[in-house]
């Protein structure tokens, strides 16, 4: 008892948290159980599974050798072989599993017997290039199996993760175990090298770790967590030591031991991964990880996030610089950055039941990560800056493909993010025209929202059957105004925890949710520390942040100021940049035009900026 006692004290002296493990306030409502029937997001599923997916396939499979790669791998000390190389970068298989997660998403709301056979198909080629010992890495293989494990930033581990995450998508949509065996067969391999008592390891390019818990969750198989937890625990302590010499620890996020990181740095895709990857951990263990990602949370938010929701702005780390540094024309934003975003907020979401993350998930995946597709779904933003001279374009591919294959990975598991549960409620954080079958640990429960969203901020939530839980619905942190009702009467009793509005009583089939969010422009400042915007205003609508566009403006491209009497006007234009709504600023003297800042760069080549001169 004493010794306690003294233990508690110093932990008080010291300032450090006690350990905890952190058990989810809001559980994912998975992507196999949402149908999604919006009118945005459907005609962009629609073109994901006609368009962005064959595009995808046929670069992976036609105009790239990343198919082959892995044809070749099993050739490899095959009789009458000769040498085989790689072709491409040395993670280029990540991509393959980046497109095939999101195939199998894909088959929720295009199921789609050639996609799974598609699928079918490769994994027989990954299958076959696996090595007796379970080792797969393409790079690897051609290159000389000699070399692998040498060196910490080439990526296996990185490609492990992304084939975890899409074999666990498949083994969820189909219920085939095929390649969730692979992945194991992988994980075995490098749990014979690594881990306690064997040889450390620091990844340098975090993803593992989360994709380790989920492989964990499907399987109920706890080495798979103990690995993630003893991943995370090998930074911060000088193991990451490539072949070359010491590393830049920071930009690895290996310069303090994860619980103890204060501050942001480095490369932000692998940040964000990272938190990912702390986050899912902390669900199951005793670590100090989600305090220590509290703190992270706002140096991200409040002093190195662009208003787009991305993050990221310079390119010679593909990372983060100074605080309250945010350049736009040179803006990095790198699409996979803002889809880590989400994942993340996602997250801190889930464990906190705080609403204030589903706004940071929406304000990213409405902005930074729409923008890095075009309307047509055939190109690619990599770089998502936020003012540009006419010369930045999307591209139908990148020797660095990441984004790309993100991103078609993305957009179809958006089923994934729409509700949660609790024990004692259903939990409604985007809104999206959807039909869900949600369970509970007493029954499941039907659910159909209708919404004209975000363009309107009217939602119609239906419940299917007798529901004897709260319901939890998230008041957007950009809505002053909203109405409740229940069948068509004032919804009573509402209270509010954490931005959610909360009706509380028992449900019946039929019983009918309209909520209604007042959506007016508003004129957006950033922080006075932020020198690039200082004298602007951005435009928001909803959760669209606004842009103009050269094209659209004339003479009020450069000339127009905000003043203090300038009127919005909201239009609808059904046949503009695939459906969308725009607005007109006009201050009396000039007008200009804007449009969703995801929507730029699908007409002729044009100025864009985001911040707007105020008087
Ligand atoms: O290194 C793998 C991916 O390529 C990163 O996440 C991106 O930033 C790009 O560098
Ligand atoms: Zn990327």
Redesign the pocket.
Known sequence: MKRNLIAMALLLMLGTSAQAQHSKVVNQVDFSHVRITDTFWSPRLDRHATVTQPTCIDQIENQTARIKNFINAALVGQPGVGELRHSGIF?DD?DVYKAMEGMAYSLINHPDPVIEAKMDEWIAYIEKAQQPDGYIDTYYILMGLDKRWTDMDR?EM?CTGHMIEAAVAYYKATGKDRFLKICQRMVAHMQSLFGPGKRHWVPG?EEIELALVKLYEVTGNEDYLDFAYWLLEERGHGHGIGPNGPWNTRYYQDSVPVSQMKDISG?A??LMYLFCGMADVAAYRQTNYMQALNDLWHDVVDRNMYVTGGIGQTASN?GFSEDYSLPNATAYC?T?ASIGMVLWNHRMNQFTGDSKYVDIMEQAMYNGVLSGINLRGDRFFYVNPLEANGTHHRQAWFG?A?CPSNITRFLPSIGSYVYGTSDNALWVNLYIGSEATVAFSDGTVGVTMQTEYPWDGHVRLTIGSKMKKDLRMRIPGWCKDYTLTVNGQPAGKVTTDKGYAIISRSWKAGDVVELTMAMPVERVSADPRVKEDEGMQAIQRGPLVYCAEAIDNGGSYDDFTLTPVTQFTMCRMPGILSGIAGIAADNGRQTLRLIPYYAWDNREASKMKVWIKEQ
Do not use: D, L, T
Request: glycine share 0%.
């Open positions: 993670f990540s990526h990185y390019h490369h895709v692998r593909e790198e996979c660095c990441c």
